[in-house]
Structures are given as C-alpha cells and as structure tokens.
C-alpha cells in the first residue's frame, strides 16, 4: 500500500498561473481532505469529499476548487494563484463509519510558492 | 467540535516518559480524544485516539480523566526521532468534517 500520495511536492507558480494539485489514495477510503499549512500555524481545511462526485467547502475555500471524479483521486485546483496561497498543501483520506472513530492518513505535502 | 488547550512547547530528556496535557473542558459526550504529530513539516501522523477509558498502542499510551475534560498522551521512552509537534483534537465520529489541528505542543528531547 502507498497510502496516500501527493503530486507534485514541490511547484513555483508566478501570480495568476493555475495549476492542479492531485491526491491519490489506495486504501478505498470515503472521505477526503486538502488542508493547508502557513508557517508556524495548524492545519486549515479548504475542501473536503464525503464521497465520489461530492465535495463540501472547508474553513478556507475561496481561491480554489476541487474535484473527485473517482473515488481514489481528489483534484485541488488553483484557478488564479495569488501569493496569498503560498502554503504547504497536505491531502488526507478516512473511512467512514457509522458509529466509532475514523483517523486520517495524510500525505507528504505539496509546497507552493506564489511569486 | 470542543476546543482542546495545549501548553505551546516542552522538553524531555532521551529515555525518560514524555507526558503531554490537553485540556477540553467542553467536551461532549460522544467526541473522541485524537492525538496526532508532525515532524519537521511532513504529514501529520495518526497515534492514538479514545473516548472514555484509557488506551495503549505501540506508540503511545492516552489516559483520559474520569471527567473527560482533560488527557494526556505518553510517550514512555522518548527519542530523538520523537522530536515533533504534538496536536490534541477532540472530535464527533462521523461528522465527515475536518479535524481541528490547532498549533499543538512542540516537543523537544533533549539528548
């Protein structure tokens, strides 16, 4: 098992160039996150999925859309980067169960830089 | 989700138990106690979680106050390689939504 895998994990973007973070994972989980991470700070949510073809908004969302055509892979999507979204962007995946608890597994990360 | 409470750093010295405090006073009757870490800005890792009694893994051991309104992750025989930024989170099962990673306790063992 890979577990859960991130491309690319590094990439430079001038202001206003786009780019398609992907997040892929073999572990048949449900739900899927992107979180990002700004120096010195916790992790914020931006998008999540609960499902193949559904996808929620998180505590930071504007900026970016996502995808999940399948349910292995969840797109994260700079439309306009600005450097405001110099980050580093970490992909996570769960089950979902019912009753219980569910962890996440997280991947390695993408750093972005916005110039 | 209960907001959790972290002292901001520790240290430990090599071998010797690490015991790390979270205070959720506001915790609900059904939110887990989930403990994470992340070193050196890789992707945060899983330890441990639990309701109500405590737990132990290969990792760490979790005691949960009778209370539930505070807990503490133990590391018995920390290293070096322990070193990292340790997030308390409390959390509702199956709510489908993010964990709230807050800015943990940074850690340090001491050689």
């Known amino acids: 098992n890979a577990g859960v895998t991130q491309t690319p994990k590094f990439r430079v973007l001038k202001t206003g160039q786009s780019m398609t973070l992907l997040c892929a994972q073999d572990?048949?989980?449900?739900?899927m996150y992107w979180y990002r991470q700004d120096p010195g700070m916790g992790l914020r949510l931006i998008h999540y999925?609960?499902?193949?073809?559904?996808?929620a908004k998180g505590e930071v969302p504007d900026g970016y859309n996502v995808s999940r055509l399948k349910k292995q892979n969840f797109l994260l999507g700079l439309e306009s980067a600005a450097p405001s979204q110099t980050s580093v962007y970490f992909c996570?995946?769960?089950?979902?169960?019912?009753?219980?608890?569910?962890?996440?597994?997280f991947g390695p990360g993408t750093r972005l830089t916005v110039t | 989700d209960a907001k959790t409470t972290q002292p901001p750093s520790m240290d430990c010295a090599e071998g010797r138990a690490a015991n790390l405090p979270c205070n959720h006073s506001?915790?609900?009757?059904?939110?887990?106690v989930y403990w994470y870490r992340q070193i050196h800005s890789q992707g945060p890792q899983y330890i441990i979680h639990?309701?109500?009694n405590n737990e132990t893994n290969e990792m760490a051991s979790l005691i949960i106050t009778e209370d539930r309104k505070s807990s503490t992750l133990i590391l018995p025989h920390a290293t070096l390689r322990d070193t990292a930024v340790y997030y308390c989170?409390?959390?509702?099962?199956?709510?489908?939504?993010?964990?709230?990673f807050g800015t943990g306790t940074s850690l340090t063992v001491i050689p």
């Open positions: 996570a995946s769960s089950y979902s169960r019912t009753s219980g608890s569910s962890e996440q597994y």
């Open positions: 572990m048949n989980h449900e739900y």
């Open positions: 999925s609960v499902g193949e073809g559904t996808t």
């Open positions: 506001t915790i609900s009757g059904n939110e887990y």
């Open positions: 639990g309701l109500k």
């Open positions: 989170i409390v959390r509702a099962p199956n709510t489908g939504n993010q964990f709230y």
